[in-house]
């Protein structure tokens, strides 16, 4: 798991006097933050995947076709195939849809309800504050793969199950990162003044609380799709999330992988790759927002 | 200070009940029970007497009042009762795998160590250049990688050179054996999953230790180093690096909890039978004594590890005080 430092904001003046036009930023951008740029270049290129799979392959994800299989890489089938003759890079480009899908709903309902319960719980204070903090802990120690075990069992596998059980998780760890920035937030006059002209709580802390908080939840938003991309292959390669035969990375590396680990590594190797390459370019991007978000951070 | 370890202590009894009785509704939320996987297994017909018998023995035929209250007595008394699946105390069955991943923990957490505090340095002294690009490259994509995945690359690659090099394609032993009995044997099974999550788990530490010790460059006592013509080397070493272990402690101290916990899939990509195994099975068997026992433990492993390292924070920067 990789900890999220607690940020604190402070507003930029100087983007608001930028008068360069985007050619120049782009290029100054790959300068400064090259990592940053590889990363946005991967999360386009898998959006674009996810956009225009019909389009960029002959074959059919899920259909088998016993005389292909097990083909090794070649012209026909660029990656080769597997066990059910299935191409393997037609599977990975719709695969990012699987990721794609899995990865922002889980990021961005995870991160929307530690938004909003994170800035509750500053705003509230007191003992709603005390109560949270508390229930916030049992969900953080509570171990990611029983809640997963826990939720498959009772609900069945499949997408939606997999979305439910990686977005859990990751609310506490939002709304702890939220409310320490609300904390601050909290004590600025205007809220007081909002409370005074009479807006309900959740006014105040959809509209006036939450927009301020923005920074760390975009922060945390773009930290979460690559975990929750990384978290839905893991449970797809245990088999208890995506089922067959839905194209998905690590349910692509389950069964086949160890199997044919010797006479047919393909199989075992590109899918892994791919969540790699997806994972690696989400981190990176996100490590890019962070550092423009926070400038106490930006110098180093 | 004193008055904070006490309310830390206190602190944990919510967190551990509400870990119960969330643990304790999950597993009743799941459909059917042990009687029935036990006996009637996959549609077999089985008499109905017989499983109200097994339901009644293993107490899932009271009131659901009375085997939470049975199951918190149980935890606050060490007794943790018998495993509903297999009828072997609890303890027992989690004894024989808790060596496994405790060992794989440790080594794992040497591992990343050995890695992340080395890169991180260097990472840091090295700032923007392609040292430094290289460095957390290398980092991310430990973050990156699948553990998964990572073990069947390891396996693959360990077929592939053992087949070039000896002729003979060679694979990790399966059989755990005790490292007091067998070292080699131990670490040649060990070694493997430890670098694959160690190599993970690295990641987090390595950039912890590159930020930390970028912030602690800019102190003013190490450019008074500096200006007294101190070597380099005794400034990273001796100055800043100390100072700058603190966050790495904290990052470190938590992974550990992590691993003892959370090593379910490393353990099938290596077939391993650790707790991480230990776990799948007793929830796929609807095992409630076993599940509840596990998960309480790993959540107690998680709150009394994070206490620990907020203490020794504490003890090894005397600024930190805590009231």
Not at chain 1, 251 to 268: D, F, I, K, N, T
Request: with cysteine; hydrophobic share 55%; glycine share 8%.
């Amino acid at each position: 798991m990789s900890t999220v430092e607690e940020v604190q904001v402070h507003a930029g003046v100087e983007e608001l006097f930028d008068q360069r036009t985007w050619l120049q930023r782009a290029a100054n951008l790959a300068r400064k933050q090259p990592l940053g740029v590889f990363g946005g270049i991967v999360v386009v290129v898998m959006v674009f995947m996810a956009i225009f799979a019909p389009w960029l392959t002959p074959y059919n994800p899920e259909a088998n076709s016993f005389e292909h299989m097990l083909v090794p890489p070649g012209l026909d089938f660029l990656l080769g195939t597997d066990q059910f003759g299935r191409d393997l890079l037609t599977r990975i480009i719709y695969g990012a849809r699987t990721a794609l899908f899995v990865g922002t709903v889980a990021a961005g309902v995870g991160a929307f309800g530690g938004l909003v319960l994170g800035v509750g719980s500053a705003y509230f204070g007191g003992k709603i504050d005390l109560i949270f903090q508390r229930i916030m802990d049992v969900f953080m120690a509570f171990p990611l793969i029983i809640m997963a075990l826990a939720v498959v069992a009772i609900f069945g596998t499949g997408i939606q199950n997999v979305i439910f059980a990686i977005t859990i998780p990751f609310i506490p760890r939002c709304a702890r990162v939220v409310r320490s920035n609300a904390l601050a937030i909290r004590e600025i006059p205007y809220v007081d003044a909002a409370r005074a002209m009479g807006f309900s709580h959740t006014r105040i802390i959809l509209r006036h609380m939450a927009p301020n908080v923005m920074a760390p939840f975009l922060i945390m938003l773009t930290a979460f799709v690559g975990q929750a991309i990384l978290i839905e292959a893991s449970l797809s390669y245990l088999g208890l999330g995506v089922q067959e035969p839905t194209p998905a990375w690590g349910l692509m590396l389950q069964g086949g992988a160890e199997e044919y680990v010797e006479s047919a590594p393909w199989v075992a190797v590109f899918p892994g790759l791919a969540i790699t390459l997806a994972v690696f370019g989400f981190n990176l991007f996100g490590d890019a927002v962070r550092d423009t978000l926070d400038p106490r951070l930006r110098s180093q | 200070m004193y008055k904070y370890t006490i309310k830390r202590v206190l602190l944990m009894i919510p967190t551990l009940i509400g870990a119960a009785i969330l643990v304790f509704t999950l597993l009743r939320l799941i459909p059917g029970d042990v009687c029935m996987l036990r006996l009637a297994g996959e549609g077999a017909f089985v008499d109905q007497a017989a499983i109200d018998l097994c339901r009644i023995n293993t107490g899932i035929a009271d009131p659901f009042i009375v085997q939470f209250i049975r199951f918190l007595t149980g935890l606050f008394t060490f007794d943790f009762g018998t495993s509903m699946w297999t009828g072997q105390p609890v303890t027992h069955e989690i004894a024989l795998r808790f060596k496994l991943s405790l060992e794989i923990a440790i080594m794992a957490t040497v591992v990343s160590v050995a890695i992340s505090i080395p890169l991180g340095t260097i990472s840091a002294i090295k700032q923007n250049t392609w040292i430094d690009y290289v460095v957390r490259s290398f980092s991310i994509a430990g973050i990156a990688i699948p553990s998964f995945w990572l073990g069947i690359l390891i396996i693959l690659g360990l077929l592939i050179t053992t087949q070039a090099w000896f002729g003979q394609a060679w694979m990790p032993p399966i059989n755990y054996v005790s490292p007091f009995e067998d070292p080699v044997g131990n670490i040649a099974q060990l070694i493997w999953p430890a670098l694959a999550t160690g190599y993970r788990y690295s990641a987090v530490a390595t950039r912890m230790t590159r930020s930390a010790l970028l912030e602690v460059l800019r102190e003013d006592y190490v450019r008074t180093a500096r200006a007294k013509g101190l070597l380099e080397k005794v400034i990273i070493n001796r100055h800043a690096l100390k100072n700058a272990m603190l966050p790495v402690v904290t990052v470190i101290g938590i992974e550990f909890a992590f691993l003892m916990g959370g090593l379910v899939v490393t353990e099938q990509v290596f077939n391993l039978n650790g707790l991480g195994k230990l776990f799948v099975e007793s929830v796929t068997n609807q095992d409630y004594t076993m599940t509840q026992s596990l998960v309480m433990l790993v959540v107690l492993i998680f709150i009394v590890t994070n206490f620990v390292v907020d203490l020794f924070y504490a003890w090894l920067d005397p600024r930190i005080r805590y009231s």
